[in-house]
């Protein structure tokens, strides 16, 4: 099946509505639904699905799309995981839809994968089974001093890896698959000899999911003071799981985190696990390394606000300090806790109790406050360095001058100066080669690149009457260009998926939310067809007077009087358009 087909057969099979109500409360107005957004921090109800025309829209964080776009954001998938995710709810079959000549290699691509996730549900069972039975005693007698209740164990899928070196080999053998394919899925391991054995031996296991519920990976745990072992093992990359790509728990705290609960940002498993076992269930970690910008990407689909929690020594401070930065320079708000020396999560829960953990919350400063706080600390320089750094990663341009003079103020710095350092160094990086070549586009043509594309989006079976008119020529800016080249390219049902994040947002404003509806083509017509005639005209108006003003005083008195007619010509048919 084509990924055209598939797209049109999951839309068929699953509502948008009934999607987007797995996540928030939906309420009907008039020919809409709507309710805060699950995607920035709000009480009002700004949130519009459109269900005749299967989009949704934000009138506060202007998020858009249809099917695929609410549930890739919601879930912080990409599109393909998307369509595989909705295909296997709806049933739609996806073998072969991708076309091209490298067909056969993308099907052998996908044929392995699925292999490796089978594996992994196998490597899952099997920890869990080791966990519950009679070799797992030690590793229950663990948790028990640990506090980890039997709930918070299945909730999780935590398990328990043998100590031989062929238990989990054996049971990739005997369910027929090869133990070279547990080497690539990063399961197993392979000497130098070419031996093959369990990369896992008598640790706690942490199952790593997919944001659709998939384990792609593991995160051991020594139980024992062992001196020759690391206390962490994790998996390594393989075609299933980037490290720098997931966060732990963020499966099981998804849904927590869209309803509001509030988001924690921790540096290891257990912190996560102890944390939900404690009530926050918003709670996620980093796995094991930095934070990284696509695990802050990932974080942002459901949520604006983040609270990090870091060891307070040196180390634990300047962890949070880069992800501090990270969060900021993306738009979202965070705030920092710092845990006293030698206190972490689990010490603090279980030593000090709630009421001294929730008091750490509450006197947590802001994100870009405890930034301040420490480049203070650092050399002036380097502190400078790093705000001209930070304002010029900056993504959204209007967060810029706040953040400027939160850190002008915090670092006794010209508010001024570095403003406008920030702004030139955005500007130059974002300068086209050529800008000195490109003239500025007027407001007029502006206006006209909008309507036209406006109409164009509400009506794209209209595009050849357009194209009649000569609208196509009439496109100024390359954003319109680009947008009607798609449009007159592929069909209109299938369009939508070819847009980027812009194109999309504006495809639905001008088609649904507090736009007119869709049943005056004619009139909208009629109102282009005017506005360009009109541009028409006054284009021959300025050529004329150009060229009369060129040729004035050559002395060619019969070329002068052409021109005058022309534009006497020109003039009349103006006031005729305008009466």
């Known amino acids: 099946m084509s990924q055209r087909r598939a797209i049109q057969e999951i839309k068929a099979r699953l509502s948008l509505v009934d999607v987007v109500r797995r996540y928030v409360e939906l309420k009907r107005n008039g020919a809409r639904w709507v309710a805060p957004c699950p995607f920035h921090q709000e009480t009002k109800p700004s949130f519009s699905v459109n269900e005749e025309e299967g989009f949704f829209y934000c009138f506060g964080c202007h998020a858009s799309g249809d099917l695929f776009d609410f549930y890739g954001r919601i879930n912080g998938l990409d599109f393909r995981e998307t369509l595989e995710a909705l295909a296997e709810e709806t049933g739609v079959v996806l073998d072969g839809y991708d076309d091209g000549p490298a067909t056969a290699a993308r099907r052998q691509g996908l044929s392995e994968k699925q292999q490796m996730l089978r594996l992994h549900d196998l490597a899952a069972n099997h920890f869990a089974s080791n966990l519950g039975g009679s070799a797992g005693e030690e590793c229950r007698d663990y948790m028990r001093r640990r506090g980890l209740s039997e709930e918070i164990a299945r909730s999780f899928g935590l398990g328990w890896s043998l100590r031989d070196w062929q238990s989990l080999t054996d049971v990739f053998r005997r369910a027929g698959f090869a133990p070279e394919l547990g080497v690539k899925a990063a399961l197993l391991s392979q000497n130098g000899r070419g031996r093959i054995y369990d990369r896992f031996r008598g640790r706690f296991m942490f199952p790593i999911r997919s944001l659709s519920g998939r384990v792609v990976a593991f995160g051991g745990r020594i ?48 912190d996560v696990v102890t944390l939900h076992q404690f009530g926050y269930t918003g709670a996620v970690g980093v796995l094991g390394t930095a934070l990284t910008p696509e695990q802050v990407k990932r974080l942002s689909g459901f949520t604006s606000t983040v609270e990090l929690m870091f060891d307070g020594d040196r180390a634990g401070r300047k ?83 706040g953040y400027a003079s939160a850190l002008a103020n915090g670092l006794g710095l010209a508010e001024t100066e570095l403003r406008e350092q920030a702004v030139n160094a955005r500007r130059l990086s974002s300068r086209p080669a050529s800008v000195a070549q490109v003239s500025p586009v007027s407001r007029p043509r502006q206006t006209c690149d909008r309507e036209l594309m406006t109409f164009a989006v509400r009506y794209p079976h209209a595009l050849p009457r357009l194209r009649d008119l000569g609208a ?65 005209l006054a284009g021959q108006k300025a050529s004329v007077t150009a060229a009369l003003r060129q040729g004035a005083g050559t002395g060619d008195f019969e070329m002068d009087l052409e021109y005058l007619r022309a534009l006497q010509e020109t003039l009349e048919r103006t006031h005729g358009k305008q009466h």
């Open 223 to 270: 139980i024992a003071n062992e001196e020759d072992e690391a206390k962490y093992i994790n998996s390594s990359d393989s075609p299933l799981y980037k490290k720098g790509e997931h966060l732990y728990g963020l499966y099981q705290a998804r849904r927590a985190i869209a309803a509001g609960a509030p988001a924690m940002l921790t540096e290891g498993y257990m």
């Open 319 to 401: 962890a949070a300090l880069r992800s501090a930065e990270m969060l900021l320079v993306r738009g979202l708000r965070c705030r920092v806790v710092l845990f006293p020396e030698g206190e972490d999560i689990d010490s603090l829960l279980r030593g000090q109790g709630q009421e001294v953990f929730e008091s750490l919350r509450a006197s947590a400063p802001e994100g870009l406050a405890f930034c301040i706080r420490t480049l203070r600390d650092m050399a002036p320089r380097d502190a400078v360095d790093w705000a001209r750094t930070f304002l010029k990663q900056v993504e959204q341009p209007e967060l810029v001058s």
């Open 472 to 536: 196509h020529l009439c496109l100024s800016a390359p954003w319109s260009r680009r947008l009607w080249e798609k449009l007159e390219k592929t069909p209109p049902e299938d369009v939508f998926h070819l847009l980027d994040e812009r194109e999309k947002t504006f495809w639905v404003r001008c088609r649904t939310g507090n736009v007119p509806p869709l049943d005056n083509e004619e009139g909208e017509f009629a109102a282009l067809r005017s506005m360009l005639d009109r541009m028409q």
